[in-house]
């Protein structure tokens, strides 16, 4: 550590920030230099239960051994090739996510975006080459309240004013319908219409989870019509919600998996889509690519992380401490929460209002050694590693409920 940064207070570091760091955030006023499975500390010593994870790129905690013993070791061999060359770890965390993900193939990449981009460009050409739809009028369905990353073309199609505003012009060829009403998707779908793309949970939206049988509806509806159904699990997928995708608890498949944040183990950005031949093969050298996706460093932790998805350990820990979440969140009704949204070991809690904004809540957890976001001003999201404990959950629940009760 450097010597200057023993000596800053949590002001001092706030304060440079501030002034060097465009404002592209608004956060809670903690600044952390170590974490630990599902815990992290800060400068000035004190510690917290990290009930964000990085949005679930933490889903296996901090510096979880395993991952950084793999990273360490492959950061010692070989980081970067490009993908001029091949290299050996390629092979490998393609085969065993292609495996994971039931897909012949996938597209590495490095941020979340990028790989939506890539679903994005993949079902274009899949519709303008295969289906043979108009390529000036080639359309993607997608949901009102989405997230699907930052770029121009994504928030283009985005619902948020804050995320759009100021970003035009936009790409065309986006319908947007209601989310979790399938009759609309069908409405939306024309001859041009070449994919439907949505969160099977949506995330950033305060965790929203649509009806029982929507995404079933859903694939029925692109099965039917001869579009792609194509499925953004950056924040739903890789255990999070007790299954390995969110998907999975419809048993629905889709047609392109879109993968981001966990898959990188917290360590690094890691992305990738995962389809079949029919859909993949459109992709033809020099018509995509990324200078660092699927670089070595990335696909050893890549590789490693799908490995320690394969025993569904990860999985089974979201259900078990999502029950017991459950239960706890429930004492709170009453205490100021007013609706409870949740699959495994995630939830979108919204409190009342009149009794205080989720920024507050958030900033009296903090104060009770809990780290949590809100979101769109009345919602907290929960989505602790899933290597936290029983009673991390029960101190969540209690920092929450004090916070609360104070008022
Ligand atoms: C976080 C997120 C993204 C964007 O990922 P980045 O790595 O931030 O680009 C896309 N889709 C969903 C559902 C997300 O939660």
Request: glycine share 10%; with cysteine; net charge negative.
């Amino acid at each position: 550590m450097p010597a200057t940064a023993v000596s800053m207070s949590t002001t001092d570091h706030i304060a440079v920030v501030e002034r060097y760091a465009a404002h592209n955030y608004h956060p809670l006023e903690v600044v952390l230099d170590r974490g630990e499975g599902a815990w992290v500390w800060d400068v000035e010593g004190r510690e917290y239960f990290d009930c964000l994870s990085g949005y679930s790129a933490l889903n296996f905690g901090h510096s979880h051994p395993r991952l950084v013993a793999r990273a360490q070791e492959q950061l010692a061999t070989l980081t970067l090739t490009s993908r001029a060359f091949f290299h050996d770890r390629l092979g490998e965390f393609a085969r065993e996510l292609a495996e994971l993900t039931g897909k012949d193939m996938i597209l590495p990449m490095n941020s979340g975006a990028e790989a939506v981009e890539t679903a994005i460009k993949v079902s274009r050409k899949w519709g303008i080459q295969v289906k043979k739809v108009d390529p000036e009028r080639a359309n993607i369905v997608v949901m009102d309240g989405n997230f699907h990353g930052r770029t121009t073309t994504i928030v283009g199609f985005s619902t948020d004013p804050v995320a759009r505003e100021g970003y035009s012009p936009f790409t065309p060829g986006f319908t947007i319908v209601p989310y979790g009403d399938a009759a609309a998707v069908e409405a939306a779908i024309t001859e041009h219409t070449v994919a439907v793309l949505l969160e099977p949970i949506q995330g950033e939206g305060g965790v929203v989870i649509p009806p029982d049988g929507y995404l079933t509806a859903v694939r029925e509806i692109c099965t039917r019509h001869g579009v792609l159904m194509v499925a953004d699990e950056i924040q739903s997928g890789l255990a999070r919600t007790g299954k390995t995708f969110a998907c999975d608890h419809e048993l629905v498949v889709p047609d392109i998996w879109v993968m981001g944040k966990a898959l990188g183990g917290g360590i690094m950005p890691v992305s990738a889509i995962a389809a079949n031949h029919d859909v993949m093969d459109v992709i033809t050298p020099g018509s995509h690519g990324s200078t660092f996706g699927g670089n070595p460093l990335a696909c050893a932790i890549g590789h490693e992380v799908v490995l320690m998805l394969k025993t569904g350990e990860f999985q089974e820990r979201a259900r078990r401490l999502g029950e017991e979440l459950h239960t706890a969140l429930r004492t709170l009704e009453g205490h100021g929460v007013v609706g409870i949204r949740q699959r495994g070991l995630w939830a979108g809690v919204d409190v009342d209002t009149s009794l205080m904004t989720g920024r507050r809540l958030c900033e009296g957890m903090a104060r009770r050694g809990v780290l949590a976001k809100d979101t769109h001003g009345s919602t907290i999201r929960l989505a602790p590693p899933l290597v936290c404990t029983e009673a991390d959950i029960d101190h969540m629940v209690e920092a929450m409920r004090a916070t609360l009760d104070a008022g």
